[in-house]
C-alpha cells in the first residue's frame, strides 16, 4: 500500500502553500519544517527553513558564505542543519506525520538530511513532503519507491490539493 505522499512541480507554483494548509490541518499530529523566501525591498534575496515548531534558520541567501551555490544562492548548511535536522529527528520520534518542505537542490547539499530522510522512509512514519521535479539521483530513487504517491501541482488543482491529500491520507 502506498504510504507517503509526494507534491511535486514547477517552481512558484504554490508547493509551499498546499505543504503549508496540510501542516496547519495536521498541528499537533506533524512535526518537520517547510520553506520561506527571504524578501528584501520586494527581491528575493534567500530562503529560510521554518520548523513546525517555530524555529528559523537561514536555508540559503545571495550574501552568504558558502561554497555550495544553486543560481544565484549559497547554501548554509550548517544553518540548515541546526534548524531542520532536530525537528525532523524529534517529529521522527514524536509524530506520526513528518513534513519537510522540499526535498530539494539545496537541501540535498546535507549529507545527514538525506540518511533522515532515508530513516523517515523506512519508518511507520508517514512522509508528507515537496519533491524537485528535477532528475537527481537521490530523488529520481525515492519517487521510484512502492510506497509513495507522487502528486503535481499546478495551477488547476493547487487550491483543492490539500483535501486530496487528507483524503490520501486516510488510506494510509
Same mark, same amino acid.
Given at each position: 500500500?502506498?504510504?507517503?505522499?509526494?507534491?511535486?512541480?514547477?517552481?512558484?507554483?504554490?508547493?509551499?502553500?498546499?505543504?503549508?494548509?496540510?501542516?496547519?490541518?495536521?498541528?499537533?499530529?506533524?512535526?518537520?519544517?517547510?520553506?520561506?523566501?527571504?524578501?528584501?525591498?520586494?527581491?528575493?534575496?534567500?530562503?529560510?527553513?521554518?520548523?513546525?515548531?517555530?524555529?528559523?534558520?537561514?536555508?540559503?541567501?545571495?550574501?552568504? @558564505?558558502?561554497?555550495?551555490?544553486? #543560481? $544565484?544562492?549559497?547554501?548554509? /548548511?550548517?544553518?540548515? &542543519? +541546526?534548524?531542520?535536522?532536530?525537528?525532523?529527528?524529534?517529529?521522527?520520534?514524536?509524530?506520526?506525520?513528518?513534513?519537510?518542505?522540499?526535498?530539494?537542490?539545496?537541501?540535498?547539499?546535507?549529507?545527514?538530511?538525506?540518511?533522515?530522510? @532515508?530513516?523517515?522512509?523506512?519508518? #511507520? $512514519?508517514?512522509?508528507?513532503? /515537496?519533491?524537485?521535479? &528535477? +532528475?537527481?539521483?537521490?530523488?529520481?530513487?525515492?519517487?521510484?519507491?512502492?510506497?509513495?504517491?507522487?502528486?503535481?501541482?499546478?495551477?488547476?488543482?493547487?487550491?483543492?490539493?490539500?483535501?486530496?491529500?487528507?483524503?490520501?491520507?486516510?488510506?494510509?
Amino acid at each position: 500500500m502506498k504510504k507517503h505522499i509526494l507534491l511535486t512541480g514547477k517552481p512558484g507554483i504554490g508547493k509551499t502553500s498546499v505543504i503549508k494548509k496540510i501542516a496547519l490541518k495536521l498541528s499537533s499530529d506533524a512535526g518537520g519544517f517547510f520553506t520561506e523566501e527571504i524578501r528584501i525591498m520586494g527581491r528575493r534575496m534567500g530562503f529560510r527553513v521554518v520548523t513546525l515548531d517555530g524555529e528559523e534558520g537561514i536555508l540559503a541567501h545571495v550574501d552568504c @558564505n558558502s561554497n555550495y551555490k544553486v #543560481g $544565484k544562492y549559497r547554501v548554509d /548548511v550548517d544553518s540548515f &542543519n +541546526r534548524v531542520a535536522i532536530p525537528a525532523l529527528e524529534k517529529a521522527l520520534k514524536e509524530k506520526s506525520i513528518i513534513i519537510v518542505d522540499e526535498i530539494g537542490k539545496m537541501e540535498l547539499f546535507s549529507d545527514k538530511f538525506k540518511e533522515l530522510i @532515508n530513516n523517515i522512509l523506512d519508518s #511507520g $512514519k508517514l512522509l508528507i513532503c /515537496v519533491i524537485m521535479e &528535477n +532528475r537527481d539521483v537521490f530523488t529520481d530513487r525515492i519517487k521510484k519507491r512502492n510506497d509513495v504517491n507522487i502528486l503535481t501541482v499546478d495551477y488547476n488543482n493547487r487550491e483543492g490539493l490539500d483535501e486530496k491529500v487528507t483524503g490520501l491520507m486516510k488510506g494510509c
